[in-house]
Every structure is written in C-alpha cells, then in structure tokens.
C-alpha cells in the first residue's frame, strides 16, 4: 500500500458520490444482480475514497459507485474503503474514467457526458487530442461527439431512459446516431427542407416518430438515405423529395419507409424492369436463329410473349 492510500472501515453514509463522475445510469437488471450478491458475500472490494473538502469526516467517491449505492439500500452500517489523496478536478475525472472503463461497459450517453466534462476542463478540442487525452478509441470518440451535438432535451430523454433495458428504451443513443445522419443528409441535400425546419426542429419530429410508434427501429430512418440517393440518380425528381420529406416531418405517422415506397419504389421497379428487359434482349441475341431451345426456356418465353402482349396492349 502507497504512503498515500490507508484502508479503513466508514459508514456509507458519511460519502458523497464524485460531481466529476457524469455516469448516472446504471442498468436495473445488472444492479440488482449487484445487490443480491452483496447482500449474500458483503463488498469485497473496497470503495476508493478520498477526503471531503467540504465536509470533516466524510468523503468522496473515486471508484464504487454502484457498490456504495447497494450498501445504502441494503442498510450496511460500514463499507471498506481505500482513502487516497483528492486528485486535481482533471486527474479526478481522468481516473474515474480509466477505472470503471477497464471493468465495466458505459452506456455512450455516460461516455458522451464524461468527454463533455473533459474538454471543458482540458480545452483540449481537437479529436487527436481528446483520444489521446481519455484513451477512447477514435471511433467511440467521434460516436459520442455527435451524441453531444444534440439539442439538450433529446440528451435529457436518452439519459432518463438509459437504465432501462435495451429493449425498454424508446430514446435510445443508437436512434439517435440514425437522426443526426439523416438530419445532416436532408439539410446537405435538400436545401429547401433546411430552410423550413430548424436542426432542432428536424431532430425532434425524426424522435416523434419513435415516439407514436410509426418508426419500427432506427435503421428505417436510411430510407431517407435511399430517397435522396434516388434524387441523385435522376429517378426520383428534387420537388418530389422534397414535398414527400416535408409531409413525413410534418405528419408524425408517415413514416421513411411508408415515403419512400409512395415515392421511388414503382419508379426503382420500372427502372429494374427496363435494365432486366435489357440484359435479357442481349442474352436472346445471342442464340443461334432457328436453332433448338430447351422446353423449359421456350415455356418461359412463352408466358413472357403473354405479358409482353398484356403490358404492351
């Protein structure tokens, strides 16, 4: 043990949770495991601690959250505690993340709220740095930045919801990666949309969706992806995106893919019907003229020469 770490045998209600922690979600499920184990083997390993500037006697959480909130609840009258020197307000949020990273899996929202507590402590603004900096890999960093990039009341709605099981939660932060891509992509591509709906605006109708239950999983919102790509591709017109994604935000019940299907899917069929119809006129040119074809093709052909005659009248 460091001169500076003592052991020592406290009531948890003489300690404080950390302010410098921004993690406060935990899953009901796996606390309840949590607390059914400790009430039958007690805490087995110590809380970490440091002293209260606020307070003589008392102390603040470093490590162990879900451990002291068990012993609250379970009425434990002392925990063992690991009292350590208090950590600068960096150091403080640094180690916390490092700790429980290593042995427990943050929901993105806690992930996201931590770096926000970071940069503003570090100034640190650039991506490399904050890697650098919180040990994240790139790809969690850049997932979380965007989370922060929303308006606080859909943060508020995901944090509410986060101690939730998966399944349970409607304002979930991966419906909300699906609405800022779609967002940015309508606002990029679909001028006239921008300039009718604020960002807010569009992310809040997106999540209503969810809401009232016409978006069945966030992956439908890349039906708006697809719509745009059909604009691009010259199947679908400009004004008819966009009056089609303004009737879907202003109608919470139509839904992306419900759009999409009114908008481009007869026009993908008939483009797919004329690139078929293609292909299979180069495969019969190629047959020798008057030479044998196996009944199986000729019966094909000839329930096609029927259609061809119905379609083309």
């Known amino acids: 043990m460091s001169p500076t770490q003592t052991f020592a045998q406290v009531s948890p209600t003489r300690i404080r949770r950390n302010e410098n922690n921004p993690r406060r979600l935990f899953d009901d499920e796996r606390m309840d495991l949590l607390r059914t184990s400790i009430q039958e083997s007690s805490i087995q390993v110590p ?35 690991d009292v350590i020197d208090a950590p600068e307000p960096l150091q403080n949020l640094l180690h916390i993340s490092n700790i429980q990273a290593a042995g427990d899996d943050w929901p993105l929202i806690s992930v996201a709220l931590w770096l926000r507590q970071m940069i503003n402590l570090s100034g640190a603004n650039s991506e490399a740095n904050i890697v650098e900096m919180s040990g994240l890999p790139r790809n969690v960093v850049r997932r979380a930045r965007r989370l922060l990039s929303l308006p606080q009341y859909e943060l508020d709605l995901i944090q509410s ?20 891509s779609a967002e940015a ?7 006239e949309v921008a300039d009718r709906f604020t960002r807010d605006e569009i992310i809040r109708r997106l999540a209503q969706k969810r809401e009232v239950g016409s978006l069945r999983s966030a ?5 708006i992806g697809r ?13 008819d995106a966009v009056s089609g994604v303004i009737r879907m935000l202003e109608d ?12 481009a899917s007869a026009r993908l069929q008939e483009q797919s019907i004329g690139q078929q119809a293609v292909a299979l006129a180069r495969a019969l040119g190629s047959l020798d003229e008057g030479g044998s074809v196996p009944e199986g093709v000729r019966s094909a052909l000839e329930d096609l020469r029927k259609q061809l005659a119905r379609v083309l009248g």
Not at 185 to 191: H, N, Q
Not at 254 to 262: D, K, N, T
């Open 219 to 223: 992956t439908e919102l890349r039906e």
């Open 161 to 180: 919801e986060a101690h939730l099981a998966r399944q349970a939660q409607v304002h979930r932060d991966d419906l909300y990666l699906e609405i800022e």
């Open 252 to 263: 919470p019940y139509l839904a992306p893919a419900s759009l999409f299907r009114e908008v």
């Open 47 to 81: 809380l970490t601690v440091y002293s209260d500037p606020q307070r003589p006697d008392h102390f603040v959480l470093m490590d162990g959250e879900r451990r002291w909130r068990c012993a609250l609840e379970l009425g434990f009258s002392v925990v063992p505690v």
């Open 227 to 239: 719509l745009i790509k059909s604009v691009r591709t010259g199947i679908v017109s400009p004004e």
């Open 185 to 191: 992509l309508m606002r990029a591509e679909l001028p």
